[in-house]
């Protein structure tokens, strides 16, 4: 029982990280930062960055919300690697923040899946394995 409990309780955080990025996505692109996208990078169960789209507003056409959320992140941990860190993502990272998520190597990403219908779904990094 204390496993499923323990089980539930991770689920319940997860939720809470990914609700986290996607209100980023709507509050940013409500308020004119640019597109509805917000990612958040975890570390040991606290969230260390926020990310939202800024390309309209900043002229910048890197500034995707999982490269905004690494360079914070990198800049956080005083690191170019995210060892030990996991992403979340309101929706599903273009070419370019995946090739980011690559170099910066967290354990895991997180990302909506909207097509089936769930909440949640997330991919390991390097593997083909993929947990709902
Ligand atoms: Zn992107």
């Known amino acids: 029982m204390d496993f499923l409990k323990s089980k539930n309780l991770k689920m319940e955080e997860k939720k809470y990280f990914m ?7 709507i509050d940013s692109m409500r308020a004119g930062n640019g ?12 969230i260390i960055a926020r990310g ?3 390309v309209t ?13 690494i360079r914070e992140a990198c800049t956080e941990l005083g ?4 060892e030990g860190c ?18 910066a190597r967290p354990d895991k990403m997180y990302r909506t899946y909207p097509y089936c ?7 390991y990094i390097g593997s083909s394995k993929n947990e709902l």
């Open 19 to 25: 609700r986290e990025a996607i209100r980023l996505s």
């Open 86 to 103: 996991e992403i979340y993502t309101s929706c599903e990272p273009c070419p370019m923040c995946l090739g980011a998520i690559y170099w």
């Open 52 to 54: 939202f789209n800024k």
């Open 117 to 123: 219908g769930l909440f949640i779904c997330y991919s």
């Open 35 to 46: 597109g509805p996208f917000g990612a958040v990078i975890v570390k040991n169960g606290k």
């Open 57 to 69: 507003s900043t002229n910048d056409p890197t500034a995707h919300a999982e490269v905004v959320a």
């Open 79 to 82: 690191s170019f690697q995210l």
